[in-house]
């Protein structure tokens, strides 16, 4: 699958670094990368977790050099009430293995709904079921990534009026 810009909104920038976002799917992994001005984030390729036979750790460390990132934002799966069920425990546990692997930081990011958005988008511009599950993953990480980027153009907008 190649590399497309899916997203329909303008992410706001990322503050002069490269940044990976990954949201862990128990089959597929998305990814989407922001660069420095670039206002699209950029859905990469979606990575087939159960072909990588327990190297996924080893295939984001590769994707990190080859694009040179700066940092990483994991997604980590929140039951709706804020809680942390199996699957964030399992992100958390892989948060871990990622930062060890990485000389990087890697961040967490709240990806409640991230995935419902991303069905309801691609349902907006006309994708079948079937159509949807080579771009679920990938549109997921997009999402992720503009909301992370979005509340940190805000700390920052709010750091700097503090300041000035």
Same mark, same amino acid.
């Given at each position: ?11 706001? =920038?990322?503050?002069? $670094? ?16 922001? $660069? @420095? =001005?670039? @206002?699209?984030?950029? =859905?990469? @390729? #979606? ?13 984001? /460390? ?26 964030? /425990?399992?992100? +958390?546990?892989? $948060? ?8 990087? @930081? ?7 709904? #991230? #995935?419902?958005?991303? /069905?309801?988008?691609? +349902? ?8 949807? /599950? ?18 940190? #153009? ?9 300041? =000035?």
């Amino acid at each position: 699958m190649s590399s497309i810009h899916f997203t329909l909104s303008e992410a706001g =920038g990322s503050s002069g $670094e490269r940044v990976l976002a990954v949201d862990l799917g128990e089959r597929r992994v998305g990814l989407a990368l922001a $660069e @420095p =001005g670039r @206002p699209l984030v950029e =859905g990469l @390729p #979606t990575v087939d977790r159960k072909a990588l036979k327990g190297k996924l750790v080893d295939e984001i /460390r590769r994707i990190a050099l080859e694009r040179a990132v700066d940092r990483v934002v994991l997604g980590i799966p929140l039951s709706m009430d804020g809680s942390e069920g199996p699957a964030a /425990r399992l992100a +958390r546990e892989f $948060e871990a293995e990622l930062a060890a692997a990485l000389d990087l @930081p890697v961040e967490e990011w709240d990806e409640r709904l #991230t #995935t419902e958005a991303a /069905r309801t988008r691609l +349902r907006e511009i006309g994708y079948s079921e079937r159509e949807m /599950r080579s771009r679920l993953d990938q549109l997921s990480a997009v999402l992720m990534l503009e909301g992370w980027l979005r509340a940190r #153009t805000l700390a920052d907008e709010r750091e700097t009026g503090e300041r =000035g």
